[in-house]
């Protein structure tokens, strides 16, 4: 099973917009990351944002996470062309899953210009 | 160049084979990761390593094996017990900090296809 799901599975947006997705997630964490993959390579980190962390920002991106309803959003804010890709959740698990690197099924972002 | 590096790039196994994938890291991270990705999906954690000579099963281990003789390598084994080994690996490190592990560095992936 997988531990974050994400929402939407697929966004398409234009050059211009704002792209907002959500993770959700089943077990205590110590942090949550986000990390893109264009198609057929590996997945590049863009944040991180630990557990006692509420809102965090790098860039054009802004995520908040929310324990107590153990969810998390990535907003990209102006998106261009070249943010088209598949963007992951990962969840790093503490105590039973100390150190276990979970990721989600992925939201697909297609930005047309 | 610091990096993590996974080879082959592609791999063809016959069935009832088993095939190693190699992936070496020098970054001085603790934890290594092995993922399985199929068209259109998500990562799942195949196995995972905390520290040199010991490592954990992840939620879909069956039909894999690994080792973890040397903080650098983390080579995977798919058997032949594995029924469905057609996929996309990703293999990746990261530090482990004491409050949890940074972020991942990821390899570039093999590409196994069973023939």
């Known amino acids: 099973s997988q531990q974050g799901e994400e929402d939407p599975q697929a966004l398409s947006i234009q050059e211009g917009e704002n792209a907002t997705m959500n993770c959700s997630y089943k077990?205590?964490?110590?942090?949550l990351q986000w990390y893109r993959q264009n198609s057929g390579r590996g997945l590049v980190h863009l944040i991180l944002i630990r557990s006692n962390e509420r809102e965090k920002h790098s860039g054009r991106l802004r995520v908040t996470l929310d324990t107590s309803k153990k969810s998390s959003s990535l907003l990209i804010t102006a998106s261009r062309a070249a943010d088209t890709a598949s963007y992951f959740c990962a969840t790093d698990g503490t105590t039973d899953s100390w150190g276990k690197l979970q990721f989600g099924a992925g939201t697909q972002v297609v930005v047309t210009p | 160049d610091g990096g993590i590096t996974q080879s082959p790039k592609y791999l063809f196994r016959k069935e009832g084979q088993n095939v190693t994938l190699s992936c070496e890291q020098n970054l001085n991270h603790d934890a290594m990761y092995w993922y399985r990705q199929d068209p259109g999906q998500g990562l799942r954690l195949i196995y995972y390593?905390?520290?040199?000579?010991?490592?954990q099963k992840g939620d879909i281990a069956e039909g894999y094996s690994v080792s973890r003789e040397k903080k650098e390598s983390f080579p995977l084994t798919v058997t032949s017990a594995q029924k469905n080994p057609t996929a996309f690996y990703l293999c990746a490190s990261s530090f482990e900090t004491g409050r949890g592990n940074t972020e991942a560095f990821f390899g570039q992936g093999t590409r196994l296809t069973v023939v």
């Open positions: 390593s905390q520290i040199v000579n010991d490592f």
């Open positions: 077990t205590s964490i110590n942090n």
